[in-house]
């Protein structure tokens, strides 16, 4: 059974930096498919960004274009998203998911097949 399990979140100022990590028991965090989403009160779960096996593949949402970076820790076997220049609207709830669904598109909660429970970022002014 694969576990996700997210952790670094917290409440930082405007313009500030943060730095979440994804580990997971039950899959290999190393090479597998992972991503990033994240979701406010009263939105849908947006994508944030993935990184591909082998880090083939990295890709972000639009609204975090560089200002975030996903990357392999895999010293701590785990998947981080350093997140930099953060605003406001980038309060939400971070979600990390592992193994790619490929009928669906990555940037969509179909798309992946395992999912922790979250942790909270808060940006404030």
């Known amino acids: 059974q694969v576990q996700v399990v997210e952790s670094g979140g917290d409440s930082v100022q405007a313009g500030g930096t943060l730095t979440l990590s994804c580990t997971t028991s039950?899959?290999?965090?190393?090479?597998?498919?992972l991503t990033w989403f994240r979701q406010s009160p009263g939105k849908e779960r947006e994508a944030v960004a993935y990184?591909?096996?082998?880090?083939?593949?990295?890709g972000y949402g639009d609204s975090v274009k560089g200002r975030f970076t996903i990357s392999r820790d895999n010293a701590k076997n785990a998947v981080l998203l350093q997140m930099s220049s953060l605003k406001p609207e980038d309060t939400a709830m971070y979600y990390c998911a592992a193994d790619r669904v490929w009928s669906n598109s990555w940037r969509t909660v179909a798309g992946w097949r395992y999912w922790g429970q979250g942790t909270q970022v808060t940006v404030s002014s």
């Open positions: 990184i591909s096996s082998g880090d083939a593949g990295i």
């Open positions: 039950g899959y290999n965090t190393q090479t597998g498919y």
